[in-house]
């Protein structure tokens, strides 16, 4: 049978139950003739209908009403990148623009249907979409976020058509905003969870629901108490003695709580302003670019470009994220800063965010994965969060190996993202399994990370919106780095960091039993 007639037979299976996660290939009899690539193909069409499954029995359109995923927030983010390559399609675009109202009530109806289940959001994350709504609300309607999209090139219709959207803004989209806004403020607010209860765990069905979540951002079969565990150890023993390892040649203090204290507090540990931002995030990519062929041999085509974060999010928005390229080659991978508040910052991450979030990190791995045209569409395009973040911050380490870290101070950089990520496995947890408080949370990653203390209330914010994927990236990384260890092991002379990087990355973005997988492979075939 084909690929795809055995993914309906899978699909089936898994309406009636779900398969293990340490099994890549569930009902292996079925897919015996199926060669490597598609068995990896119906593996991750396997995974991805798994975690569909899994979000649908989580809730999770009646649960997205945060600052992170919340349909509003997706609407500010992505909009203002979308580029319309034909006169044809800009006009479609209308009638969809036209429709948008009807989206945004559905998905403000899914969050009252929520409230009737005890779904009830944290409050902390309505306030926090309030406030990105309002701030939407109040900006003019010339320049519009959402209605800022590209127009075809050399387009001589383009003023008639940007009129058109300007009416769809002003009659549907905005009005519909406003609606969703009110259900937040006026219904959902009212019913959140307070800051000492924001976790799932305080909710009807939480527990339950975050075992699902757990599954979904880390492809493995691990528990809560697991993952909390392995946090803390890499927190509370491993990490403090690299600290005080490094510290000690930059800044001449080797106890862990005053390295922490001097890299928070210090004035000279921030950035200058916005232009210092893009200045050492440019002469980064610039420096990992050439050193790349040593490390890699295969390369996306696209190129990176940096952008800021668009001001009517960034308050509420993370210090940086990645966008890929647009799949017909419209729009380059962009490698977004925020540049609010810029002189808060810490400057010394500035190196390890540009690896992880740009290059050799998400621009290597997804841009590569879009170009991939042996591969199906939507393998291509899938995000399986383990290995996208795994290998984000697995590639903040081997930018040390690769002698890319300018100074001390920036592998104290490389530390402070490596311990920010460990904390996200304890602090996960504690809020969504073991009931913490905000508070308490917070508490904890200034107790063991030098992130500055508005940064980590954003970021704890995000957790407790988005259950679960915070646990990806450390989970992740430790997985590409044991099997990156059993192959040099097993290999020995014969070991190739270019090829281990290529098995890596050259079938897109898959779940970590996969990647298992091929490495397994690779290993057999390179060792005959």
Known sequence: ??????????????????????????????FRSLDRQDRVTLGMLVSEVTDKLLEIQAFEAETSSDQMH??????????????????????????????????????????REGLTKGHTPARINIERSLSQLDSYMETPLEGDLIGSIGAPADWDGEPEWRDSIAVQIKEVVRPAIDRYRSVLREELLPASRPDDQPGLKWMTDGEEMYSKYVSIFTSLDLTAEEIHEIGRH????????EYEEIAARALDISRFGDVLEALRSDPAMMYLDAAQMFELAEGTMTRAMEVVPDWFSTTPNATCEI???????????VV????????????????????????????????????????????????????LDHLPTFQRHSVSTAFVEGWGLYTERLA???????TDLQRLGMLSADSWRACRLVVDTGLHYFGWSRRQAIDYMTRYTPVRTNEIAVEVDRYIGMPGQALAYKIGQREIFRLRSEAETRLGAGFDIRQFHDV???????????????VKDWINSAGN
């Open 1 to 30: 049978k084909s690929v795809l007639e055995k993914s309906y037979m899978v699909f089936f299976f898994l309406m009636l139950r779900r398969p293990p996660r340490s099994t890549l290939f569930p009902y292996t009899t079925l």
């Open 70 to 111: 919340g349909l509003h927030a997706a609407l500010m983010r992505m909009m203002p990148h979308v580029t319309v390559q034909e006169p044809e399609h800009a006009y479609m675009l209308v009638e969809r623009f036209s429709k948008m109202g009807t989206m945004i009530d559905q998905a403000a109806q899914r969050f």
């Open 234 to 241: 890499e927190v509370e023993e491993r990490l403090p003695r």
């Open 307 to 317: 952008q800021a974060v668009p001001d009517a999010v960034a308050e509420n928005e």
């Open 320 to 371: 940086a994220y990645y966008m890929q390229p647009a799949p017909d080659g419209s729009r380059p991978g962009i490698y977004f800063l925020n540049t609010w508040n810029a002189t808060n910052r810490n400057m010394f991450e500035a190196e390890s965010i540009a690896f992880h979030e740009a290059i050799p990190g998400h621009h290597f791995q997804l841009a590569l994965a879009a170009e």
């Open 400 to 406: 040390d190996e690769m002698g890319l870290y300018s």
């Open 504 to 518: 890596c990355l050259t079938s897109g973005s898959v779940t970590l039993p996969i990647l298992n997988e091929l």
